[in-house]
């Protein structure tokens, strides 16, 4: 978590160059108010925002890899800037889930006066078996009541939520080897197991103690109090500016939104671990563990820059070099020499004639790479109930198909050229060239369609799969990366808290309704966009929650959820362009703002003093 401290380190810095430079001369206190440049004002927006959106975002455990890691991260961090309340409504759905899994592993029935009725039974009923600990939680087994040595905490049940546990065969356990990437354990699988496996089960997960979570945590009081710190002296400094009747700038006001709603989610994940890489690995195997049925996929192509670089490789045949070097060598000084001479001339032509085909061919398998995309699964097919699913399915499936054949034909290609049907000059500088540049300029003509299809695909499965991920695929490695398991409070949970929270952060936005703006149009683009993200969630919650909750699938009904899935698809493509016009013209608005606004907070009004 270092990085948290770099910004930090440099926050404190500024400050304090702002200061000494801002510093008044001897006796002008009274008559020069300290001002703020331009650059204060972006760094200090940009460092809030970096610690809202990195730090304080608790992502689930990633999968193996540093760079699907960091991609989950970066992907957690730009849709916590465009749509905070959706991640809000993650970390509540989340919380609500370690809630239960916590009443689950412990034996307590789900519902916090159930739980709280069978604790305090805890606390009177005597009996405790020789050796044990009576616990804050117990299982009831018929009328009696049994203490739990190790309960479970929220930690726990935030670890479980996260795929931060994971099951490994037994009979690996002492082989000696590395455990392998094994099997995520979610709540479904600990209730599907029958009760003599549960038992053991239970044995396994209880010697998980939470100083060890703790301690794969990469959180620590000191970054918490840095994130805590740093949002709430900026929301003081903007509450201060409106106090004092000093301009506050756009990119503030969007700062402040969500560094607002941050402060709120930062509270529900105040006992999830930060930064979990590796899943505690349990050496436990459940008959509840399904196999998955991946279906007809394409088989994974040879075609790798380590087989060209290989291919290539034998061609060249440097091992008849020393061979040569021998029979010159017998036959006289000169004519090693006149063979050596040659050879240090001719090899760097040699180099670069070899290197113009490797060139080619490894450009060609990047662009393919590129072009190859997966096909849609029939399981994909079933589930994609809503309008905007379906779109991304079919253009998806179009991709596919269009794609699939100009990738085939070319890996024929590339192979039959590589197993030696087209080698010499002609293979080398006619085909691969040939191939190249046909697969660039495919690739540049489909460019619009594919980022048409990745903003489509980006804007529609994240929203919808940050307010909806609540499954987890069969024998799967890792969780999804919103995932929060389902739970009871799923029903009106995310709906209260979309529509509750997504009203103040578009409302707060609506603070700059009359702020002074360099053109009328910029004025009114304010005003539509921030209008546009504080009305969009009253009438999407209501709707998530009918589509969700009833069963709208006869007769007329169907038209009545069609109509309601058509206007909760167009509101949501709606809303994230919106909110990327507010930040873009928080940037811009930059350019031309009030004097006042480069005045900083006369922090002396708020302390007594008597002159």
């Known amino acids: 978590m270092s990085f948290q401290y770099v910004v930090l380190i440099l926050s404190l810095f500024q400050h304090g160059v702002d200061a000494l430079s801002d510093r008044a001369d001897p006796g002008t206190e009274d008559v020069c108010p300290v001002k703020r440049s331009l650059y204060k004002i972006i760094w200090s927006c940009v460092a809030t925002t970096i610690i809202c959106a990195w730090v304080s975002v608790h992502p689930n455990a990633p999968p193996s890899g540093y760079w699907k890691g960091l991609w989950r991260r970066v992907k957690m961090m730009i849709w916590t800037i465009i749509a905070p309340e959706l991640i809000l409504a993650w970390a509540v759905r989340q919380w609500f889930a370690a809630w239960e899994i916590r009443d689950t592993v412990n034996g307590l029935e789900e519902g916090w006066f159930t739980g709280l009725k069978q604790t305090i039974q805890g606390w009177f009923r005597r009996g405790t078996l020789p050796g044990e600990k009576c616990g804050n939680a117990g299982r009831v087994v018929g009328l009696k009541f049994l203490p739990v040595l190790n309960k479970w905490t929220m930690t726990h049940g935030h670890l479980l939520a996260m795929g931060g546990i994971s099951t490994v065969d037994p009979s690996v356990e002492d082989d000696g080897q590395v455990d392998p990437r094994s099997p995520v354990l979610t709540i479904e699988r600990y209730t599907k197991t029958d009760s003599e496996e549960r038992t053991r089960l239970d044995r396994k997960l209880r010697k998980i103690s939470e100083e060890d979570i703790k301690d794969r945590s990469k959180g620590d009081i000191l970054s918490k109090l840095i994130a805590i710190t740093q949002t709430t002296w900026f929301n003081l400094q903007c509450v201060a500016r409106g106090q004092q009747k000093l301009t506050l700038t756009e990119l503030e006001l969007v700062t402040l939104a969500l560094a607002s709603l941050n402060a709120i989610t930062y509270v529900f994940w105040w006992h999830k671990p930060l930064g979990v890489q590796v899943p505690i690995r349990i050496y436990f195997e459940t008959s509840a563990v399904e196999k998955v049925d991946v279906g007809n996929t394409d088989a994974e192509s040879r075609i790798t820059a380590s087989y060209i670089f290989s291919e290539f490789g034998k061609r060249m045949e440097f091992s008849q070099y020393p061979k040569g070097f021998r029979e010159t060598w017998n036959e006289g000084w000169s004519y090693f020499l006149l063979h050596l001479f040659l050879v240090s001339f001719l090899l760097p032509l040699v180099l670069v004639l070899f290197s113009l085909p490797v060139l080619f061919a490894l450009g060609s398998v990047g662009l393919l790479n590129i072009l190859k995309t997966k096909p849609v699964t029939q399981q994909e097919l079933d589930d994609s109930s809503l309008i905007a699913a379906q779109i991304v399915l079919t253009l998806r499936k179009l ?54 299809l990745f903003l489509v695909s980006f804007i529609f499965t994240a929203v919808f799969g940050i307010i909806t991920t609540s ?39 609506c603070i700059g309704w009359n702020f002074t703006y360099p053109t009328t149009f910029e004025q009114h683009l304010w005003r539509g966009s921030s209008s546009a993200i504080t009305i969009i969630p009253m009438i999407v919650a209501p709707i998530d929650y009918i589509l969700e909750n009833y069963k709208l699938d006869r007769g007329f009904l169907k038209v009545v959820r069609l109509t309601l899935d058509l206007i909760m698809t167009i509101l949501l493509f709606i809303y994230v362009p919106a909110r990327l016009t507010l930040i873009g013209q928080a940037f811009a608005l930059l350019r031309k703002q009030p004097q006042d606004a480069f005045l900083a907070v006369d922090w002396n009004q708020y302390i007594p003093h008597l002159f």
């Open 399 to 452: 991709r596919y198909r269009f794609t699939s054949f100009i990738a085939r034909s070319s890996e024929e290609w590339l192979e039959e050229f590589l197993d030696g049907a087209a080698t010499g000059v002609a293979g080398s500088f006619i085909v691969l060239p040939t191939l190249f540049t046909i697969l660039l300029i495919t690739t540049i003509l489909l460019l619009p369609f594919f980022t048409l």
């Open 471 to 509: 499954t987890v695929a069969p024998n799967s490695l890792h969780v999804p990366s919103f995932y929060a398991p389902t739970t009871r409070s799923n029903k009106y949970s995310r709906m209260v808290v979309f529509a509750f929270f997504g009203v103040i952060f578009g409302g707060l936005h």
